[in-house]
């Protein structure tokens, strides 16, 4: 997601407080794919799976870039 705002419309409760945020359909689906919202079970557990990698220092779990 670019550094942009982002384009929405706050909508606040008779106090004046913010109790809902509307965005485009667009805007959802971008956030949601950056948050990783639309990954399935198996596609969380690989990237779980490579962070644990990655502490461990484990490089036997990854090959060179060089031989993709």
């Known amino acids: 997601m670019s550094s942009t705002a982002?384009?929405?419309?706050?909508?606040?409760?008779a106090q004046g407080k913010p109790v809902e945020v509307i965005l485009s359909w667009k805007t959802f689906q971008q956030i949601s794919e950056d948050l990783g919202w639309?990954?399935?079970?198996?596609?969380?557990?690989?990237?779980?799976?490579?962070?644990?990698?990655?502490?461990?220092?484990?490089?036997s779990a990854f090959v060179p870039l060089s031989s993709l």
């Open 6 to 13: 982002i384009a929405k419309k706050v909508v606040v409760n």
């Open 38 to 59: 639309d990954l399935d079970a198996e596609a969380k557990a690989d990237l779980r799976a490579t962070r644990r990698d990655l502490t461990k220092r484990d490089s």
